[in-house]
């Protein structure tokens, strides 16, 4: 019944059936030779008599079922099934020996890449190619990026957008797929968070003394450097300047109120500007109270005092974590 019908039509039948039963496919990772294909084929065939249309199927079911395991078609689908079981930079390797090219949707790749890597990518373009990769980013994204370029290549970006009307879809695809090549074979990042960020967070936990010290010693290698790191640090004395005094009921009600006393009482000789805003940001009876804890507990050792502080800066960094709360910005100096 099905033997005057050739392999390409058969195909058309289960396709046009498929979508028929609200079957959702993904065509378009079909090459475009056989979405053409397909799309003739279909326009081609009229009537298919029940008798036949079995016959079709059987056929296609029988085939299936014998077999047994499909493996992906190229580099780049074989990467795409290994990916979590190769290191990156293994993958990234045989990307560039392969001379792969990037398959799917290239900007929905070049959509999840890091901010700085696409604020690059805009400044050193040409104006059409950057003016093509602004207009395929989300709007907020595109604006965010925009702000931070030079006012001249920002005006000249915005004016070259105007005139991407008349860009063929073929042409953005294809600029999306060197964009995403290109981009794709850039070295992978071994770290995620940048050394700024990186020497915060161990700035962060080290003791006070040897923080001052290495902040001293990279403000006299590369000041620059130094003063980003200092952004990054929050410390016991930073509260004042960055956390709002309601917040203070917020972070102080988890804390152990032997380690609040231990941190306030080591603090009072320096840092008294943060003990008042601590016990200021308190109820009144629950300040009394612990300034009558501090007179009690005595000398606090330096090491003991250091650990109490810490867990109160750790306390601010796990709410600001979840959201609870918000730490103030520093303005530029």
């Known amino acids: 019944m099905s033997a005057g019908l ?31 294909e397909l799309i003739r084929q279909m326009s081609d065939l009229r009537y298919i008599d029940r008798a036949t249309l079995k016959s079709v199927i059987d056929e296609f079911v029988h085939e299936i079922e014998d077999i047994g395991l499909v493996f992906p078609g190229g ?22 020996l392969a001379g792969v090219n990037l398959c799917g949707d290239p900007w929905a790749k070049i959509a999840g890449l ?8 805009l400044e ?13 980013l989300k709007v907020t994204v595109a604006a965010d990026l925009l702000g931070q370029l030079p006012g001249p290549r920002a005006r000249k970006l915005a004016y070259a957008v105007s005139q991407t009307d008349g860009i063929s879809p073929e042409i953005v695809e294809k600029i999306g797929r060197s964009l995403a090549d290109q981009l794709g074979t850039r070295p992978p990042k071994a770290f995620d968070e940048d050394p700024v960020q990186r020497v915060g967070a ?10 001052d010290d290495v902040l001293d010693g990279l403000h006299q290698d590369d000041t620059a450097f130094a003063t980003a790191v200092r952004k990054a640090i929050f410390t016991f004395a930073d509260l004042p300047a960055r956390v709002q005094p309601t917040d203070i009921p917020k ?25 008042e805003f601590i016990l200021g940001a308190m109820s009144k009876r629950l300040a009394e109270q612990i300034r009558e804890e501090m007179s009690e507990r005595g000398r606090v050792k330096a090491k003991d005092g250091e650990a109490a502080m810490t867990d109160i800066v750790n306390q601010v960094r796990a709410l600001e974590v979840t959201g609870e709360l918000t730490l103030i910005e520093e303005e530029e100096q």
């Open 75 to 96: 580099i780049e689908d074989t990467l795409s099934i290994l990916d979590g079981s190769i290191s990156p930079a293994t993958a990234a390797r045989v990307r560039k």
């Open 202 to 211: 161990i700035l962060n936990a080290s003791p006070a003394a040897t923080r």
């Open 124 to 136: 050193e373009e040409s104006t059409e190619v950057a003016a093509v990769l602004l207009s395929k």
């Open 251 to 275: 972070i102080t009600k988890d804390i152990d109120q032997a380690v609040l006393v231990t941190a306030l009482t080591a603090a009072t000789d320096q840092l008294e500007d943060v003990v």
């Open 6 to 36: 050739s392999r390409k039509q058969k195909a058309a039948i289960i396709v046009r059936l498929l979508l028929a039963e609200g079957a959702v496919l993904s065509l378009q990772d079909l090459p475009e030779g056989l979405q053409t």
């Open 114 to 121: 890091d901010a700085p890597l696409l604020l690059s990518t």
